[in-house]
């Protein structure tokens, strides 16, 4: 019940996953929690959309904090580095014991510790070439992998 395919008998696995459904993937395998919040911060995000709940919920546990102060962005296309810091946050922020060695991950980067977790514990490796692929989108197939090797 995490997700569903994109119709009847479609999944798009090279799809590129949005902000919104992101969150809502996280929403849904945390057990679809009641959000506390009464306010909403994000003026591109109403009470009639999917993602209503799973956004602020998101926000309210500091999975996400949108993308300005009253912008959640919820159709912008995520990156490998903000899908594996939306599930390290989902985690608690858990401490990693390893150093992240890709050319493409700066040091103190607000995802290095996401990284750093994800790699140690199995759930997302290198793109090749020495590189994460922080800034490379991130499709259906990868997030739901992710998700799984994190929840499994």
Not at 43 to 55: M, S
Not at 56 to 81: D, H, K, M, Q
Not at 102 to 113: K, L, S, T
Not at 128 to 145: A, D, M, N, P, W
């Amino acid at each position: 019940g995490i997700t569903a395919g994109t119709s009847a008998n479609t999944f798009n696995p090279y799809n590129n996953v949005t902000r919104a459904e992101a969150v809502t993937f996280l929403w849904r395998a945390s057990g679809t929690p009641e959000p506390t919040t009464e306010v909403n911060p994000f003026a591109d995000v109403t009470e009639g959309d999917y993602f209503y709940k799973a956004v602020l919920w998101a926000y309210e546990e500091g999975i996400t904090a949108g993308v300005s102060e009253n912008s959640f962005a919820p159709f912008e296309e995520c990156t490998r580095a903000q899908i594996v810091t939306f599930l390290w946050r989902t985690m608690g922020c858990p401490e990693s014991d390893i150093e992240v060695n890709f050319a493409d991950v700066e040091p103190g980067a607000y995802y290095i510790g996401a990284v750093a977790w994800a790699v140690e514990n199995g759930i997302a490796v290198g793109m090749g070439g020495g590189h994460f692929g922080v800034i490379s989108t991130c499709t259906r197939s990868q997030v739901v992998t992710f998700l799984y090797r994190t929840l499994a």
